[in-house]
Each structure stands twice: as C-alpha cells, then as structure tokens.
T-cell receptor
Framework: NAGVTQTPKFRVLKTGQSMTLLCAQD?????MYWYRQDPGMGLRLIHY???????AKGEVPDGYNVSRLKKQNFLLGLESAAPSQTSVYFC??????????????FGPGTRLLVL | SQKIEQNSEALNIQEGKTATLTCNYT??????LQWYRQDPGRGPVFLLL?????KEKRKERLKVTFDTTLKQSLFHITASQPADSATYLC??????????FGTGTRLKVLA
C-alpha cells in the first residue's frame, strides 16, 4: 500500500496563478483533510471531507477550494495564489471518527512557494 | 476554541537519558490526546493515543500520561537515542471532525 500520496512535491507559483494539489489514499478511508504548516504556527486545518462528495471548511479556508469527487482523492485548489499561501501543505486521511479516536495518516507534503 | 500548547523551544538531551515533552490544553478535557512524530521534510506519523480515563499508556520506549487535573499530557522517551531526534506533535479533537495540533517540540538527542 502506498498510503497517502501527494503531488506535486514542490511548486513555485507567481502571484495570481492558479494550481491544484492532489491527494490520493489507497486505504479506503472515509475522512480526508488538508492542512498547512507554517513555522511557529503548527498544523492548521484548511478544509476536510467526511465522505465522497462532501467538503467542509476548517480553520483557514479563505483562498482555497476543495473537491472530493472520488473517495480516494481529495483536491486542493488555489484560484489566485498569494505570497501568504507560501507554506507546506499536508494531506491526511482517517477511517472515520469514532469513540476510539481515529489515527490520521499523513502524506509527505507539498512545498509551495508563491512569489 | 480549544488550544494545544507545547514548548516551542528545542529540547536537547544526552543519549540514554529520558526525554519528557509537555502538552497543555485549555478548557474542557478532550476524550483523548494523540502524539505524532515529524521528521524534517516529512509528514507527521502517529505514535500513541491516550484516552481521558487512562492515566498512562506505553509502547516500547514511549510512555504517555494524561492528567485531567493539570490539563496536561506528558510524553516520555526512555533510553533516548539520536534516532529519536525529531519534532513531536500533540493533537486533540475539537468537535466531531477537526483536529487541533500543537506547534510541536523539537527534540535533539546528543550522542
């Protein structure tokens, strides 16, 4: 199993450009998440999905859109990139929330630089 | 909203000693806390989960405690090794789906 994969690994954008980050998981997980990680800020939730066809806003959703057309894929879009979106983006997935407290499995990250 | 606080300063310890990392939370106690390890340039990896009604949880050289009175979880690595050097993250659940992560504490084990 590949687990959680992310593409691309690294990208440089100019202000105003758009791009899509792809996350794929092969564990048949229901829940998927997009985080950004900045120095001193920790991981912050951008958007999440609790199932195919559903998405919801997290802590810092502005400037981002997401789609979950297939259970195994979760796309993060930047319509008009800004320098403030320079960050490392992590995708994660989990089986689904339950009283046991689900483990999140993270991808390797995408490093994005917006000039 | 709930907060998770971890010491942002790096912790340096000598090989063979026990490393202790702290995670403090605000407001009501979470049903459980999770601990993750993150190496440079990589995504976090789950290590341990401890529930509110568990005082202590162990996994090999790792031990986690949960003190609801102090609103604190401690993460211990015994007989630490240079390979244990990494950033360790604490996380709690807010609501039904959202995880709140601390900023992490960087541990460096000196040979």
């Amino acid at each position: 199993n590949a687990g959680v994969t992310q593409t691309p690994k690294f990208r440089v954008l100019k202000t105003g450009q758009s791009m899509t980050l792809l996350c794929a998981q092969d564990m048949n997980h229901e829940y998927m998440y997009w985080y950004r990680q900045d120095p001193g800020m920790g991981l912050r939730l951008i958007h999440y999905s609790v199932g195919e066809g559903t998405t919801a806003k997290g802590e810092v959703p502005d400037g981002y859109n997401v789609s979950r057309l297939k259970k195994q894929n979760f796309l993060l879009g930047l319509e008009s990139a800004a320098p403030s979106q320079t960050s490392v983006y992590f995708c994660a997935s989990s089986r689904g929330q339950g009283v046991t407290g689900e483990t999140q499995y993270f991808g390797p990250g995408t490093r994005l630089l917006v000039l | 909203s709930q907060k998770i606080e971890q010491n942002s300063e790096a912790l340096n310890i000598q090989e063979g000693k026990t490393a202790t990392l702290t995670c403090n939370y605000t407001n009501y106690s979470p049903a459980y806390l999770q601990w993750y390890r993150q190496d440079p340039g990589r995504g976090p990896v789950f290590l341990l989960l401890i529930r509110e009604n568990e005082k202590e949880k162990r996994k090999e050289r790792l031990k986690v405690t949960f003190d609801t009175t102090l609103k604190q979880s401690l993460f211990h690595i015994t007989a630490s090794q240079p390979a244990d050097s990494a950033t360790y993250l604490c996380a709690r659940l807010e609501g039904t789906y959202k995880y709140i992560f601390g900023t992490g504490t960087r541990l460096k084990v000196l040979a």
